[in-house]
């Protein structure tokens, strides 16, 4: 069964900072997946955050979070992380990791590119 499980979220202040992981089980090695973060607010569209290509040697961010978001893998644990730091109000919204198989990093900017979703984990920060 694919399943790409979020953790991670909560409420924090402005300025804090979380860490956010994603598990997944898919249909094949995990390694040879691209794996990205994306975000959705209310009432917006869903919308790209970070990526790391299935290589890993390459990441993709958005240019409102570049500088205060990281994201990386550990394929022995079948998981890819997103750190973030200096929060705004504005980073509130659900977060989804998603999977493709052999994507790279830049393709992963698509959503359609993404072939498998997460539930998401809500993350609110106060300002």
């Known amino acids: 069964q694919v399943q790409l499980v979020e953790s991670g979220g909560g409420l924090v202040q402005a300025g804090d900072s979380l860490r956010l992981s994603c598990t997944g089980s898919?249909?094949?090695?995990?390694?040879?997946?691209?794996m990205a973060w994306y975000r959705q607010a209310p009432g917006k569209e869903r919308e790209f955050v970070a990526a790391?290509?299935?290589?890993?040697?390459?990441?993709e961010y958005a240019d409102s979070v570049k500088g205060r978001f990281t994201t990386s893998r550990d394929n022995a644990k079948n998981t890819v992380y997103l750190q973030m730091d200096s929060l705004k109000s504005e980073d509130t919204a659900v977060y989804y990791c998603g999977a493709s198989l052999s994507a790279p990093a830049q393709a992963l900017r698509l959503k359609y590119s993404i072939v498998y979703w997460g539930q998401g984990t809500q993350v609110t920060v106060s300002s």
């Open positions: 898919l249909e094949t090695s995990f390694e040879r997946y691209g």
């Open positions: 790391v290509g299935w290589s890993g040697d390459r990441t």
